[in-house]
């Protein structure tokens, strides 16, 4: 009697997208800390070992969790310090849909991990790195570091209210331009002063 066996192939990018999105959910509902590769693991329907095999560890796939985004050089695209108001005044006009809604998820992830020492760290860097890395660059002077930070903190506001807060007056402008044009005048003042 022949035995119609099939043997599946192991496609690893499929596994590897499998245990992203599983560590993506987990660290959206739980802290660094709480979260182990076996619950990952589990959710993925992989053995551990290919959580070690892909991404070498926890901390690691933790990076790549955070780190994911569709536009990573999203803050290096203006070229000039003057172009940045009205650039980010845009990015906050324009931001909607699943782009936000990935980036709230995002914001939710590090928030909730962000008292772990280990998480903590990896966050700070990739804050650093894709942010206010290049923010500061660009605004250069003395207190470059201090206004990046400022438009960051004003940015990271202003998504809280449009998403986790559902703040109306934000999310239902009558007059999209009128919005953009006082968003644009706050970051030339953060750039100012």
């Known amino acids: 009697m022949e035995s119609n066996t099939t043997i599946k192939k192991r496609d690893s990018v499929a596994t590897r997208a499998a245990i992203l999105a599983a560590a993506h959910q987990r660290f959206l509902r739980e802290s660094y800390d709480n979260v182990g590769l076996r619950d990952i693991a589990g959710d993925a329907r992989v053995d551990v070992a290919l959580i070690s095999r892909y991404f070498g560890g926890k901390e690691s796939l933790f990076r790549e969790v955070v780190s994911n985004d569709a536009r990573p050089n999203v ?7 003057a172009e940045l108001p009205a650039y980010l005044a845009r990015l906050m006009a324009e931001d909607e849909g699943d782009d936000l809604q990935e980036r709230m998820e995002m914001f939710i992830i590090m928030l909730r ?3 772990s020492p280990k998480a903590g760290e990896i966050i ?4 650093h790195l894709d942010i206010l890395g290049p923010l500061t660059e660009l605004i250069g002077g003395d207190h470059g570091a201090l206004r990046a930070n400022m438009l960051l903190a004003i940015l990271m506001g202003v998504g809280v209210l449009r998403t986790i807060m559902m703040v ?12 953009m044009a006082r968003f644009q005048g706050l970051f030339e003042a953060a750039l100012s002063c």
């Open 75 to 81: 803050f290096r695209e203006p070229q000039s310090r």
């Open 113 to 115: 991990s962000a008292s």
């Open 124 to 127: 700070r860097d990739l804050v």
């Open 168 to 179: 109306d007056d934000i999310n239902d402008v009558a007059n999209p331009d009128e919005c």
